[in-house]
């Protein structure tokens, strides 16, 4: 019985040697290289590591991410509730607004203008009282009649 061992034309025991060939070079190559390994596998470590806490971390994160949502969700529903019952405050107020302007306004400028005559007299008084105290008290006196009036004939303006 022939046992093939992969190695065309080759015996077992030349076959057998040359694996082992194969296999200390593989070995050779690894041991060479055996600080960059170590450090791959360290770093891979430490990143499985971050990853892991990055992962047991991020449930947390997820969950207060979820909370901030819905808590801007309920602060939009509640702003969009305050917009709506503004605008009808806001209408409410344009027709008491618009009231005002048409029943209130006119009276106001009537009596501003009824002040303002009242103002007017009030400071002709003042400045008459004061040049003359006593017309204040007794009256004016009748103005004399001038050359060529008479008491009989009516006066012209």
Do not use: Y
């Amino acid at each position: 019985m022939c046992v093939s061992s992969g190695f065309s034309g080759v015996g077992p025991d030349a076959a057998f040697t040359r694996a082992l060939a194969a296999i200390a070079t593989v070995a050779q190559t690894i041991a060479a290289r055996k600080d960059a390994l170590d450090a791959g596998i360290a770093n891979a470590a430490r990143t499985f590591e971050n990853a892991s806490r990055a992962t047991a971390q991020a449930g947390p994160v997820i969950d207060r991410i979820g909370r901030s949502a819905d808590a801007v969700e309920k602060m939009g529903n509640e702003v969009a509730r305050t917009s709506a019952s503004t605008g009808k405050t806001v209408d409410s107020v344009g027709a008491d607004v618009q009231r005002f302007a048409a029943e209130t306004l006119p009276a106001l400028e009537r009596l501003l203008g009824e002040l303002s005559t009242l103002t007017t007299s009030l400071r002709r008084l003042s400045e008459q009282t004061t040049r003359d105290p006593r017309g204040f008290l007794f009256g004016r006196k009748s103005v004399p009649e001038g050359p060529g009036e008479t008491g009989t004939e009516p006066r012209k303006p």
